[in-house]
């Protein structure tokens, strides 16, 4: 039987799992239980948990180094520039070199970080920490998604949605107890244990990745083993130097949007063209322009994802304070009124991993959204706390319903050799929205945070939420997942000139 030739331009360097051989030990009854899913879900957990679990925190670094809010804000942008850059790039090493190594090497980053964090001596010793956590704790995701497909491709059984709501439900829950985990071993252990807990957790993370994730043999555009040579030469570092040079410096220019550094716009335009020029050049791109431009649901997708969490984060972050400091709540009590938020996110997430289809779930986020804004352009200082519950209870809904929704969107409209890379983009589209919304924060609330600011975050989140519904209604995207013909036949090269994107 003859070899099918790669797509030009298919955005992979030709690594593809190869169907037909097994891939793990036991009955392939249990492919997706919880064998496979326990380490998946453990490394899945440390970047949303790592993203929050600073923040009770930060006050006792900034005392026991002499620094300010302004220095130790770099602790959380940090974290989210790292894991913006790292999420699409270990998902390219994901395809290129086997989801299995990935997720392992980048677990034993994450042990390297909890350390140097742990044992920081000065301040900066603490940044390089977040950043290497940025790093190592972006390989999961994208890793999971891949071994995932590879699982369905070389079985022939589709990845139950139950199985994709599981991660999402991982990142949801984990980010949600990260203040009070944070806060809890800050008061019995100090900061340092904020840092050290990832090394027990990445250790258990090693030893059941080991055991229980499957060996998949990734195959080249010729029926080679792709490996070192491969990879090196599809992995792009100048395309991830541009890349990395063009989040910095927005992430600078959107963080003092009350004080906008203007000049820095020009260097974010050049850098972006270098970049696009640079991508469109390469054959093996880090990013994959060509493939998103032609596969335009996946491309709304992104879009519709970081749109959605732009809204979402603007309100997780901007509701707490003005709850603190309009409303005259206690930060325990604030963050009983914002507990419904996250509960109601893991309910929409459990039961959008059930549900048959994606377009029905993304529409209902969409409304509900733009419910919640228009409760919260209603709010003052004498809006009642059932009023209160109710709006954290309306954008928790939706956060479920995107996350799963969107995860599900992704899964069946990447390539199925580039799953790995484009679950890392979704992830950076919503790093992207998390950063954009800090910035909007200090702009719309300056020095304090006040029902007036709290009304223009409403009024921008009901637009964005408006914007969410009409890039929903308007795509090109499946309906429902659609059955994958790939999963029971030999794997075919992606060519959507001839067959257009995947899904209706």
Request: aromatic share 6%; proline share 8%; net charge positive.
């Given at each position: 039987?003859?070899?099918?030739?790669?797509?030009p331009?298919?955005?992979?360097?030709?690594?593809?799992?190869?169907?037909?051989?097994?891939?793990?030990p036991?009955?392939?009854?249990?492919?997706?239980?919880?064998?496979?899913?326990?380490p998946?879900?453990?490394g899945?957990?440390?970047?949303?948990v790592?993203s929050?679990?600073?923040?009770?925190?930060?006050?006792?670094?900034?005392?026991?180094f002499?620094?300010?809010?302004?220095?130790?804000a770099?602790?959380?942008?940090?974290?989210?520039?790292?894991?913006a850059?790292?999420?699409?790039?270990?998902?390219?090493?994901?395809?290129?070199l086997?989801?299995?190594?990935?997720?392992l090497?980048?677990?034993?980053?994450?042990?390297?970080?909890?350390?140097?964090?742990?044992?920081?001596?000065?301040?900066?010793?603490?940044?390089?920490?977040?950043?290497?956590?940025g790093?190592g704790t972006?390989?999961?995701?994208?890793?999971?998604?891949?071994?995932?497909?590879?699982?369905?491709?070389?079985?022939?059984?589709?990845?139950?949605?139950?199985?994709?709501?599981?991660l999402?439900?991982?990142?949801?829950g984990?980010?949600?107890?990260?203040?009070?985990?944070?806060?809890?071993?800050?008061?019995?252990?100090?900061?340092?244990?904020?840092?050290?807990?990832?090394?027990?957790?990445?250790l258990?993370?090693?030893?059941?990745a080991?055991?229980?994730?499957?060996?998949?043999?990734?195959?080249?555009?010729?029926?080679?083993?792709a490996?070192?040579?491969?990879?090196?030469?599809?992995?792009?570092?100048?395309?991830i130097?541009?890349?990395?040079?063009?989040?910095?410096t927005l992430?600078i220019?959107?963080?003092?949007?009350?004080?906008?550094?203007?000049?820095?716009?020009p260097?974010?335009?050049?850098?972006?063209?270098?970049?696009?020029?640079?991508?469109?050049?390469?054959?093996?791109?880090?990013?994959?322009?060509?493939?998103?431009?032609?596969?335009?649901?996946?491309?709304?997708?992104y879009?519709?994802?970081?749109?959605?969490?732009?809204?979402?984060?603007?309100?997780m972050?901007?509701?707490?304070?003005?709850?603190?400091?309009?409303?005259?709540y206690?930060?325990?009590?604030?963050?009983?009124?914002?507990?419904?938020m996250?509960?109601?996110?893991?309910?929409?997430s459990?039961?959008?991993?059930?549900?048959?289809?994606?377009?029905?779930?993304?529409?209902?986020?969409?409304?509900?959204l733009?419910?919640?804004?228009?409760?919260?352009?209603?709010?003052?200082?004498?809006?009642?706390?059932?009023?209160?519950?109710?709006?954290?209870?309306?954008?928790?809904?939706p956060?479920?319903?995107?996350s799963?929704?969107?995860q599900?969107?992704v899964?069946?409209?990447?390539?199925?050799?580039?799953?790995?890379?484009?679950?890392?983009?979704?992830?950076?589209s919503?790093?992207?929205?998390?950063?954009?919304?800090?910035?909007?924060?200090?702009?719309f609330?300056?020095?304090?945070?006040?029902?007036?600011?709290?009304?223009?975050i409403?009024?921008?989140?009901?637009?964005?939420?408006?914007a969410?519904?009409?890039?929903?209604?308007t795509?090109?995207?499946?309906?429902?997942?659609?059955?994958?013909?790939h999963?029971t036949?030999?794997?075919?090269?992606?060519?959507?000139?001839?067959?257009?994107?995947i899904?209706?």
């Amino acid at each position: 039987m003859s070899k099918p030739a790669m797509p030009p331009g298919a955005g992979t360097a030709g690594a593809r799992p190869v169907p037909g051989e097994p891939v793990g030990p036991g009955d392939t009854a249990d492919l997706f239980g919880p064998r496979l899913m326990a380490p998946l879900l453990i490394g899945s957990v440390l970047n949303p948990v790592n993203s929050t679990m600073i923040a009770t925190g930060l006050v006792a670094i900034g005392h026991d180094f002499g620094v300010g809010a302004a220095q130790t804000a770099w602790l959380v942008a940090s974290l989210y520039l790292a894991s913006a850059v790292g999420q699409p790039a270990m998902g390219r090493l994901a395809d290129l070199l086997g989801p299995r190594r990935i997720f392992l090497c980048g677990l034993l980053v994450v042990c390297a970080a909890g350390l140097v964090g742990a044992l920081a001596p000065a301040f900066g010793w603490l940044i390089a920490s977040r950043v290497l956590l940025g790093i190592g704790t972006s390989a999961a995701y994208p890793a999971a998604m891949a071994l995932l497909r590879a699982q369905s491709v070389a079985t022939g059984r589709e990845t139950p949605r139950p199985v994709l709501g599981r991660l999402s439900l991982a990142a949801l829950g984990s980010a949600a107890v990260g203040p009070v985990l944070g806060g809890v071993l800050t008061a019995t252990a100090g900061w340092r244990a904020i840092f050290a807990v990832n090394v027990p957790l990445a250790l258990l993370g090693i030893a059941l990745a080991l055991r229980r994730l499957p060996r998949t043999r990734m195959a080249s555009a010729d029926g080679e083993d792709a490996g070192a040579r491969t990879a090196g030469a599809a992995f792009d570092p100048l395309g991830i130097a541009l890349f990395t040079g063009t989040l910095t410096t927005l992430m600078i220019f959107l963080m003092d949007l009350g004080r906008p550094h203007w000049a820095l716009l020009p260097v974010v335009l050049v850098l972006a063209a270098a970049l696009t020029w640079w991508q469109l050049r390469r054959p093996r791109p880090f990013i994959d322009l060509r493939m998103i431009g032609r596969n335009r649901s996946l491309a709304l997708t992104y879009l519709r994802h970081g749109t959605a969490y732009l809204v979402i984060y603007m309100v997780m972050y901007g509701y707490a304070q003005w709850l603190e400091e309009g409303h005259g709540y206690s930060a325990s009590r604030a963050g009983l009124i914002m507990l419904p938020m996250s509960g109601a996110a893991a309910v929409c997430s459990l039961l959008g991993a059930r549900t048959k289809g994606i377009y029905a779930p993304l529409v209902l986020a969409a409304v509900l959204l733009a419910a919640g804004s228009g409760v919260l352009l209603l709010a003052d200082e004498s809006t009642p706390l059932l009023a209160l519950l109710l709006a954290a209870v309306l954008f928790g809904l939706p956060q479920g319903l995107s996350s799963t929704g969107n995860q599900a969107a992704v899964y069946t409209q990447a390539p199925p050799t580039s799953v790995g890379a484009a679950a890392g983009l979704q992830r950076t589209s919503q790093y992207l929205g998390a950063i954009t919304a800090a910035g909007l924060i200090g702009l719309f609330y300056e020095q304090r945070a006040t029902a007036a600011g709290l009304h223009d975050i409403a009024m921008v989140a009901s637009a964005l939420s408006l914007a969410v519904l009409l890039l929903t209604a308007t795509r090109p995207g499946p309906a429902r997942p659609r059955p994958y013909p790939h999963l029971t036949t030999p794997l075919l090269p992606y060519d959507p000139q001839a067959h257009g994107p995947i899904g209706p």
